[in-house]
Structure formats: structure tokens, C-alpha cells
């Protein structure tokens, strides 16, 4: 077993590559550990999510020795500005061209604005074998029964989440009027 420094991303900057495990990507680490990712996804308005005894009831469930780290980041989310500058754009033209300023004053005004940023949970876990695998496909169904959901990271998601882990520079992939697929 490694000893890694709560927090460490050593093994997240000197990843190898991937590797299919199961039906998931996984990122072959520095110490050639397999590494799975998952995002949670939880509607706070309802009564039925509980994120605090979903996170008990995981940490409960790993085995001694097991390794899972549960970050959250705050990633930039373009949707909502995307989406509203969509709508103005359907908007009906006025004929004037002095009466269309408004329209084009917001479709400048959004593609100026800075993104919002949304706080995203993310499951990190060193995969120590089958009995691992299991686990990490069975946390679908554990989570489901506090409201919570699970999507698992494919190997595109996970890049984009380690440059921007390791880079968070809006100007180098979410620059002015860049609209990206966002992280989910």
C-alpha cells in the first residue's frame, strides 16, 4: 500500500495514461495504480437526498486499505450562458436598427461576463482489485437510496477534469464566447 499526503495530487500529475477497467476508464497512475472517477449528482430541493449518509454509508462500505478521495471543485459552467444567449438570439429582429441594441447588447454583454461557476463532487478511488471494481459498480444502486446519482467519468471527462484540477485558466479552454460541453 502507497502512503499518500491527504490532498496530494502527485499521482494525479504523473498519471500514464488509461486503461479500460470494467466497463469504466480508468487512469493509470504514477505508482501504476488504477484510478476510477465518478461525479455525484443530487437535486437539493428534494426531501429525499441526503449527501451526508450517502458519504457515510460509502466510507462504511470500503474495506480497510481501500483508497477514496472525494473532492470538490468548483468548475466553471458555461450552460447557463449559453443557454440565454441562445434565447435572445431567437429573438424576433426589430425593424429599426436602433430598436435591435438591446438584443445586441446582451448577446455582447453574456459573451463578456465571467462564467458562473457550480461546486462539483467528484469520487476519486484506487482500484485494488475485483472485489474494488464491485464496489465502484455497485455505488450507483448505495446512492441511489439517499437521493443521490452517479456518473461515471469517461476518459474525456477525466482529462478535462485533471487540466482543470491542474490548470484552472479560464483563457485556455473557456476564454470569451468559448462555449464548451461543460463536465457534465
Not at 437535486?43 to 449518509?53: F, I, L
Not at 463532487?121 to 455505488?139: K, N, Q, R, S, Y
Request: aromatic residues 12%; contains cysteine.
Amino acid at each position: 500500500m502507497s502512503k499518500e499526503t491527504v490532498g496530494s495530487t502527485r499521482t494525479f500529475v504523473l498519471a500514464k495514461g488509461f486503461a479500460q477497467v470494467g466497463s469504466h476508464a480508468g487512469l493509470i497512475g504514477d505508482d501504476d495504480s488504477k484510478r476510477l472517477f465518478a461525479e455525484l449528482f443530487a437535486d437539493p430541493d428534494r426531501p429525499e437526498v441526503r449527501p451526508q449518509e450517502a458519504y457515510q454509508a460509502m466510507l462504511s462500505s470500503i474495506q480497510p486499505g481501500w483508497t477514496l478521495r472525494l473532492m470538490q471543485v468548483f468548475w466553471p459552467d458555461p450552460e447557463p450562458r449559453v443557454e440565454f444567449q441562445n434565447h435572445v438570439k431567437e429573438w424576433k429582429q426589430p425593424e429599426g436598427d436602433g430598436l435591435d441594441i438591446l438584443r445586441q447588447g446582451l448577446i455582447l454583454a453574456t459573451q463578456e461576463y465571467p462564467l458562473p461557476f457550480v461546486r462539483r463532487t467528484i469520487l476519486e478511488f484506487v482500484l485494488p482489485g475485483d472485489e474494488g471494481l464491485a464496489w465502484w459498480d455497485g455505488l450507483t444502486g448505495l446512492c441511489a437510496g439517499f437521493g443521490l446519482r452517479v456518473g461515471y467519468l469517461e476518459q474525456n471527462r477525466i482529462e478535462e477534469l485533471t487540466r482543470w484540477a491542474l490548470n484552472p485558466s479560464l483563457e485556455y479552454e473557456y476564454g470569451i464566447g468559448a462555449m464548451s460541453s461543460g463536465f457534465r
